[in-house]
């Protein structure tokens, strides 16, 4: 049976376009699924604009339009015939499919090459001219997923369709009335920004969708017609379920994974597919490699920094946003670098719209240029992120407890034997246990809070804090004083890492893939291919 996932965005090795963590994430589900054999269709639209990239200049870090899209468009998308769709506003429109195949998984980038309004309307990832555009832009994404599916994917043959995200979930107003009791909702985001209005108006004219007057929540929407609906993390689960109570038993949850494969280091993978038992001296070869490729990055960027054999290195990189903190690690950065004689790593990337992130991208840069022990990374990417969370010393995650629906960073990280510091929130609160494979800071909180206007922000900041500061210089004396049991913490973490932040236990839940009855082996081996014998287990050899 088919499988359909309708998303915003999706970020892959070889078109590496996405904003944030559901790129990456949508990325990690199609290549698992292309080497599990998944009859896989991922949808999304072909934003040729891309999102943002960062102009590092002395003392400022504007932002610039990507050039990526189009100097990759041609030579790694294979178009496929075009399709005509009608949207009721706009008339007309053409739409041509361009699309990349692995294995048994394809992923679809719809291109509006006509009307020209069409076109612009889907020209940046996100951040819109208007709201106009913003939702034409949703609406062109609706009907062009709807022809696809109908006009070229055997619907008979159809098991589910994931819409990613509310935005995606227009697409229930563009569907066949016999195709919609299929579709199921996952959610990707606590906060407000993840369960936009579209006025009702626009649905009528786009759709012919009579909602009057009022502006129309596309979560509830969505709630109110699809089979299921999934958040990303049992935090999340809880958040949700109080935001949307009259839908919360059709809210169940799964929590994220990412592709190992993708995300381990090639020393890690070599190390484990090699070996049943790991000694320290072989976890601390193989993160030494990984450790030597983040150096030499960081000397590209700033090439006086010295860093010794024993000089940890903390990393900081994620899309930047308000609800993460970015404040917060500059600020341990600024506090007890120094006196911790650690490194710091730091790197993100802004909404084009968003004027706090983009402010705070250019004070990273600002802290790198001025700070000894700052590097400040620009465009943050996938290739980049493969080096960061693979070969620092202490991951480090911010955000406010209840905001971050799961977040990933931290996964691979782990495993690649890097554990985190994280704040209460996410998916972290079932993958970390506090001062075995990772450590926790502040409280848990069971909301999502306005960070922007809250007035108890500026208290949870505060007490956040200095628990934070308060556990990171803890775990930098351990770590200096006592290396053995820091070492035994990153081997616990590659090992319980590998194990629950898998992808594959996410998509069997999910349906995507088949269960299995043998275990795939933690190796480097070739996705999908099964051992007669049990899961083999990691153990530190004494």
């Known amino acids: 049976m088919k499988i359909v996932s309708v998303t915003p965005e999706i970020a892959l090795d070889e078109f590496p376009i996405f904003a944030g963590g559901l790129g990456i994430l949508e990325g990690d589900k199609f290549y698992y699924a292309s080497q599990a054999g998944a009859d896989y269709t991922v949808i ?7 999102y943002a990239e960062h102009e590092r200049v002395p003392g400022s870090s504007e932002q610039k339009a990507s050039e990526l899209v189009r100097s990759l468009t041609g ?24 699309v990349i195949k692995r294995g048994s998984a394809k992923a679809v980038f719809l291109d509006p090459i006509a009307p020209w309004s069409a076109a612009k309307a889907a020209h940046k990832l996100y951040g819109s001219d208007s709201q106009e555009e913003e939702m034409l832009k949703y609406a062109i994404l609706a009907h062009a997923a709807s022809a696809y599916i109908t ?103 799964v929590t994220n994974g990412i592709d190992l494969d993708r995300w381990t280091h090639p020393e890690i993978s070599k190390l484990v597919s090699e070996n049943e038992e790991i000694d320290a001296d072989g976890l601390s070869a193989a993160h030494w490699c990984a450790r030597n490729d983040l150096i030499g990055m960081l000397r590209q960027y700033k090439p006086g920094i010295q860093v010794g054999e024993n000089t940890p290195i903390i990393a900081w990189s994620r899309r930047t946003a308000r ?45 790198g240029r001025t700070q000894w022990n700052v590097v400040f990374v620009p465009n943050y990417d ?53 001062g075995r494979n990772g450590w926790f800071f502040g409280k848990e909180l069971n909301e999502c809070i306005d960070v922007n206007s809250d007035w108890r922000m500026r208290v949870i900041d ?24 820091y070492q035994k913490i990153m081997m616990e973490t590659m090992i319980s890492f590998r194990e629950k932040a898998d992808i594959r236990v996410a ?25 007669a014998a049990p899961q083999r287990a990691l153990r530190v050899c004494s």
């Open 75 to 98: 030579r790694v998308l294979i178009p496929e015939k075009d399709m005509k769709i009608t949207i009721g506003l706009m008339g007309e429109a053409t739409i041509r499919p361009m």
């Open 323 to 367: 609800y993460k903190r970015p404040y917060m690690i500059a600020k341990l950065a600024c506090d007890v670098g120094k006196d911790t004689d650690a490194v710091f790593v730091l790197s993100g990337k802004a909404h084009a719209k968003d004027g706090y992130s983009v402010e705070y991208v250019a004070n990273f840069e600002e802290l």
């Open 44 to 50: 999304t639209l072909l934003n040729k604009g891309g």
């Open 151 to 253: 006009e070229r994917m055997e619907p008979e043959k159809i098991k589910t369709i994931d819409l990613q995200e509310s935005l995606s979930s227009l697409l229930l107003l563009a569907l066949p009335k016999d195709l919609v009791p299929k579709t199921r909702l996952i959610m990707h985001t606590p906060g407000p920004w993840g369960h936009p209005y579209f006025s009702g108006d626009f649905l009528w004219r786009a759709f012919g969708y009579s909602a009057g007057k009022d502006n129309v929540c596309l979560t509830d929407l969505a709630l109110d017609t699809v089979s299921q609906a999934f958040t990303v993390s049992r935090k999340h689960h809880e958040v949700m379920q109080n935001c949307f109570s009259k839908h919360k038993d059709k809210i169940g949850y």
């Open 507 to 531: 998509l069997e839940k999910y349906g995507i893939v088949e269960k299995k009855t043998e275990s795939i082996a933690l190796s480097g081996m070739k996705r999908g291919e099964i051992v």
């Open 462 to 485: 505060e007490e956040d804090y200095a628990d934070m500061k308060r556990t990171f210089v803890g775990v930098m004396r351990m770590r200096k004083e006592n290396p053995a049991r």
């Open 382 to 434: 996938i290739a980049k992120a493969k080096v960061i969370l693979s070969g620092s010393d202490l991951f480090v995650q911010t955000p406010v407890s209840g905001s971050e629906a799961c977040s990933t960073g931290f996964m691979k990280a782990g495993i690649n034997c890097v554990p985190t510091l994280s704040s209460r929130d996410g998916g972290a609160l079932e993958l970390i246990e506090d």
